[in-house]
């Protein structure tokens, strides 16, 4: 059975950081993009950012690029999402997806974990 599972979530102040983690199993995803995604409540799920297979092409959104950095260890089947400076806005379940349908910034994705809560207080 194939499981992604995000943990590193939790509260923090503005201006902290965090690290999420997912971890794979059930099969490697070395060869695979991987991606997170967020969802804030009372909103839709939205893209975060993205990460190929090698980590030669990483894409983020707009509102996250200079505060936010995807890595991945393929011989870990993890990848990561450092968050900087966070925002009161940044608040929301982070998902990790991996193996997408379409391109890396796109929506459908054929695996997804179980989220982790970020909560940043101001």
């Known amino acids: 059975q194939v499981q992604l599972v995000e943990s590193g979530g939790g509260l923090v102040q503005t201006g902290g950081s965090l690290r999420l983690s997912c971890v794979a199993s059930?099969?490697?995803?070395?060869?695979?993009?991987m991606g997170w995604f967020r969802q804030a409540p009372g909103k839709e799920r939205e893209f975060v950012g993205a990460?190929?297979?090698?980590?030669?092409?990483?894409y983020y959104t707009n509102s996250v690029k200079g505060r936010f950095t995807i890595s991945r260890d393929n011989a870990k089947n993890t990848m990561y999402l450092q968050m900087n400076s966070l925002k009161p806005e940044d608040t929301a379940v982070y998902y990790c997806?991996?193996?997408?349908?379409?391109?890396?910034?796109?929506?459908?994705?054929?695996?997804w974990g179980q989220g982790t809560q970020v909560t940043v207080s101001s």
């Open positions: 997806a991996a193996d997408p349908s379409g391109g890396m910034g796109g929506s459908n994705w054929n695996y």
């Open positions: 059930g099969r490697t995803f070395s060869n695979a993009p």
């Open positions: 990460i190929n297979w090698s980590g030669s092409i990483i």
